[in-house]
């Protein structure tokens, strides 16, 4: 899709959305007296409305001064709870005073996030231990940081158009330290518009070759934004980075869903299928492999299907089968 479109799909998405549903209310400002800044700090909390669970998951974000970058999260968070791809989430957004000083120093701001905030959010909010960490530019480079060196408590990152060249390249070190302790989601992203975000093309790439080689355990996705620009980035990748972070909620809502058409309808043998690749996704090999089978029962037990489309669906699934069969026998052997 050509950016303009995508821009506009974009805009119409959020408007459309923010007049019909109201996930959020009027978002509340806590302030924190902080030790590592020695003196109160903001932050801004969008909680869902009528949302009772003992728990929620978090998703924080840097950059929380800034109108528009608040906006953007909370109309993405909302509009992907609505598509049923993330949870209801408490939505976290830090103040900054001295906004790319604290970003690139890094080491109070993050002690003032995991020693003050998050321990405030638990006891109020109830959070989940684990948190999805957001930032654009000097706050992508943030919070890929935070994910590397504290990746048990940020355990996903979203970091768009992120500055990798910040500090002599001190992120690189640091992937390099932490490499073989990391895991859970990295969803990275980045325009090729104007020179500031081309600027930042090399680091990025750099980036991500070193992720890919050494730090297997990371679910790393990347995202090359055609035609957009530094500042234009955060409008369609936070979206899709919350989607990819939250992948595997969407993986179990389908799973559940399949087993509910499958009690209701259990000689269907399409539940049984889009079931096994729920599993799939949700890495329940065995599982997967079993619920394909029964389709394929299902379908042979089908007096309505043509055969050509009998045949083809058989094909399919076997293919899925084979598929899943070599990956098995490939992590075996490793």
């Given amino acids: 899709m ?3 479109l995508l821009f506009a799909f974009a805009v119409i998405t959020i408007n459309a959305f923010s007049q019909s549903n109201n996930l959020y ?3 509340d400002t806590a302030i924190i007296q902080s030790k590592f800044f020695s003196g109160d700090r903001k932050i801004i909390i969008s909680q869902p409305t009528n949302y009772q669970e003992n728990t929620k998951d978090c998703i924080l974000y840097v950059d929380g001064q ?7 999260i909370t109309q993405s968070a909302e509009n992907l709870f609505w598509a ?11 103040f900054h005073e001295k906004r790319d000083d604290e970003l690139m120093e890094k080491t109070k701001l993050y002690h003032f996030i995991v020693d003050e905030v998050i321990p405030f959010l638990s006891g109020k909010y109830k959070i989940n231990s684990k948190i999805t ?3 654009h530019s000097f706050g992508g480079y943030f919070t890929t940081h935070c994910f590397l060196i504290n990746n048990q408590v940020f355990n996903s990152c979203v970091a768009i158009s992120p500055a990798y060249w910040t500090n002599e390249k ?8 932490e490499k073989n302790d990391l895991s859970g989601d990295l969803f990275l992203a980045i325009g090729d518009s104007r020179w500031l975000e081309i600027s930042n093309r090399e680091f990025f790439f750099d980036f991500v070759k070193e992720v890919k080689r050494d730090a297997k355990g990371v679910n790393l996705e990347i995202t090359d934004l055609k035609g957009f620009s530094h500042n234009s980035t955060p409008i369609i990748g936070i979206g899709m980075g919350l989607n990819f972070c939250f992948n595997q909620y969407s993986w179990e809502k389908t799973l559940k869903e399949q087993e509910q058409k499958i009690e209701n309808y259990p000689e269907f043998w399409k539940f049984y ?12 090999t065995q599982e997967a492999i079993q619920n394909y089978k029964i389709a394929i ?5 089908d007096d309505e299907i043509e055969k050509k489309t009998r045949a083809e669906a058989i094909k399919l699934i076997k293919n899925k089968i084979k598929s899943l069969n070599m990956s098995n026998l490939q992590n075996s052997l490793k």
């Avoid at 800034?66 to 953007?72: D, F, L, P, Q, Y």
């Fill in 66 to 72: 800034n109108t528009a970058m608040t906006e953007i």
């Fill in 273 to 284: 299928e889009i079931k096994a690749d729920a599993l799939r996704h949700l890495n329940r």
């Fill in 84 to 94: 049923g791809d993330i949870p209801p989430c408490v939505l976290v957004g830090i």
């Fill in 297 to 301: 029962q299902k379908i042979n037990k």
């Fill in 133 to 135: 960490i957001v930032g």
């Fill in 2 to 4: 050509r950016p303009l």
């Fill in 25 to 27: 209310s009027k978002p």
């Fill in 170 to 177: 001190d992120v690189f070190k640091t992937l390099q330290a």
